[in-house]
C-alpha cells in the first residue's frame, strides 16, 4: 500500500504525468535547469518562466536504505522495503524506491531507470530499477 496525496496534489501537473505514466520534470524556460520538488520560480536563476520537460528516465544510485520499521501505519505490510535517493540524468536528486517484490542487488553509482507504477486511474509513483532488471 502507499499513501496516496489528497486529490489537490493530484491535480497539479507532476502528479497529472506520472497517472499517464510519464515522468515529467519542473525546468526553467530561461536557463535550461530541471528541479523538483515543482516551483513557480527556478531556483538556480529565480526566473518566472518554468514549464514542463519529460524526463530521460535514466539516473544513478546516490544512497538506499532496507526500511525494516514502518514509519507510517498504513505501511506495516510493506515491511521491509527499499527506499533510494537517485540523481536523475537532468541534475535533479529524487527520493523513490524499488518496487514491491523485486529482489535486486543494489551498488551505490549503479545506472538505474524509471519505471512508473499506476497504483489506480489517478495515481502512479516513480520508481527506479537497474538497468537491465527486467532482462535478468
Not at 513557480?40 to 518566472?48: D, L
Not at 540523481?87 to 551498488?107: C, F, H, N, Q, W
Request: hydrophobic content about 40%; proline content about 8%.
Amino acid at each position: 500500500m502507499n499513501i496516496k496525496p489528497a486529490k489537490q496534489f493530484l491535480e497539479q501537473p507532476y502528479w497529472q504525468h506520472l497517472a499517464k505514466g510519464k515522468l515529467f520534470l519542473n525546468s526553467c524556460n530561461d536557463c535550461g535547469s530541471s528541479h523538483h520538488p515543482p516551483s513557480p520560480i527556478c531556483p538556480k536563476c529565480r526566473s518566472f518562466n518554468t514549464g514542463w520537460k519529460e524526463a530521460s528516465g535514466k539516473a544513478t544510485l546516490n544512497s538506499f536504505t532496507v526500511v525494516r520499521h514502518a514509519v507510517h501505519p498504513h505501511l506495516e505490510q510493506d515491511v521491509p522495503y527499499i527506499v533510494t535517493l537517485v540523481d536523475l540524468e537532468e541534475g535533479v536528486r529524487l527520493v523513490s524506491g524499488i518496487p514491491a517484490g523485486m529482489e535486486v542487488d543494489l551498488k551505490v553509482g549503479m545506472a538505474l531507470e524509471c519505471k512508473v507504477i499506476q497504483k489506480d486511474e489517478d495515481f502512479a509513483l516513480p520508481y527506479f530499477v537497474p538497468v537491465d532488471a527486467d532482462k535478468a
